[in-house]
């Protein structure tokens, strides 16, 4: 990077903080409101809701979600939180710590902040079902849906909110439910729907908030909330800051329920190799990112063309699920090499590496040498 363009990122990120409304120091009090399914956090200027479908909510829910639910925006702004109900006070010590982390992190975007909660907390005693799965249709949803699911009953929890956010997304959102319905009955699980506005930009650092705050609003119907893991702990290391990995997640550990990451161990190529062995209909999974074309996969976007070369050395062959399904060397080298494509390449090359398959894979061995050339002189 050179100077002037550091000096251009300096301006950039000056503005964008000088944009941001500022309240550093205050304590915001924050009330719960509930119809039905339906849940309110309000406060000041705050208003961040849920809406549940397809399992009902116990009236007086435990509050606890609310500090996930406000957690972004609070440390953006600056302010306290003070949620007006009692909350689990180890989740409130957690979400204190995460925001020193996230500071650390993140300066010019976040600052710690404090939370506290009215009264004290016990948990309300309930029968509860074992576990919930957020399940997005991606493929590290999919393998840990597979890899986690009860297979007497399962629950899967898609959120409407973060991929999907406005009224543009409710069609592609509708496909996408519609798309994985077989899967999820071939698996005998339920699905919950979640619709929430509680995510904020930029979303790859305040996702796990949102993924937490769904989690913890289910709390009184399970004794667990399950992540998909989107990178292996040593994949976690070259892409911080990002809103989950290893680090992050054990936080959202509460007192009576508990937040596990399934797949942290295993790359994604090899995660797409469990899914063909467990002979899962590839034409249920959705992965691209590119709005006007999502839940299909375009074929030409950075996550496309990688995910095809990875379907290429876990199956020896790229199954017609996207809308351009070609691969070719030049296709692999229209790959952006920023940061995060490290972890998502070396993935595939260290799986075809020890299968003798990197020749194998167009573009391969050449798109590793130039990660090593941009190493080596910067």
Known sequence: MTLSSLFGLAKKTGARREERKLRIGETVPFDISQVGNKVAITGDDVDVYFDVQGIALPEELD???????????????????????????????????????????????????????????SPVPRVRLPGVQLYSG??????????????????????????????????????????????????NCQRIIIKTNANRKPSEYSHGFTLAACLYLLSDLFESGAIAADRTLAQDLVTFPWGTNHVINPYFNGS????????????????????????????VLSFCRQRKFIPDNCGLCNKCIRTKAMF??????????????????????????????????????????ERGLVDAIPGLAALVEHYRRMDSIG
């Open 256 to 283: 009576s329920f508990t937040v596990g990451s399934i797949g942290e161990d295993v790359g994604r190529t090899e995660k797409i190799a469990a899914l063909a062995e467990a002979k899962i209909d590839f034409s």
């Open 63 to 121: 509050a606890t979600f609310a500090v996930w639910g406000v957690m972004a925006v609070a440390m953006e702004q600056g302010f306290n939180i003070h949620i007006n109900r009692p909350i689990d006070p180890r989740i409130a010590a957690n979400a204190e710590r995460l925001s020193q982390f996230w500071e650390m992190w993140a300066p010019d975007w976040y600052r710690s902040i404090r939370v506290s909660g009215e009264g004290a907390w």
């Open 312 to 353: 290429l050395a876990a199956t020896g062959t790229v199954p017609e699920i996207f809308v351009d399904n070609s691969l070719d060397e030049a296709l692999m080298q229209k790959l952006h090499l920023k940061r995060n494509e490290r972890t998502h390449t070396f993935d595939l090359y260290f799986y075809a590496k």
């Open 138 to 187: 991606g493929i590290d949803a999919t393998y840990a849906l597979l890899r986690n699911t009860n297979p007497k009953c399962g629950y899967a929890a898609t959120i409407f909110g973060i991929d999907f956010r406005d009224e543009k997304g409710e069609r592609g959102f509708t496909k996408l439910i519609e798309r994985t319905a077989p899967l999820l009955e071939r698996l």
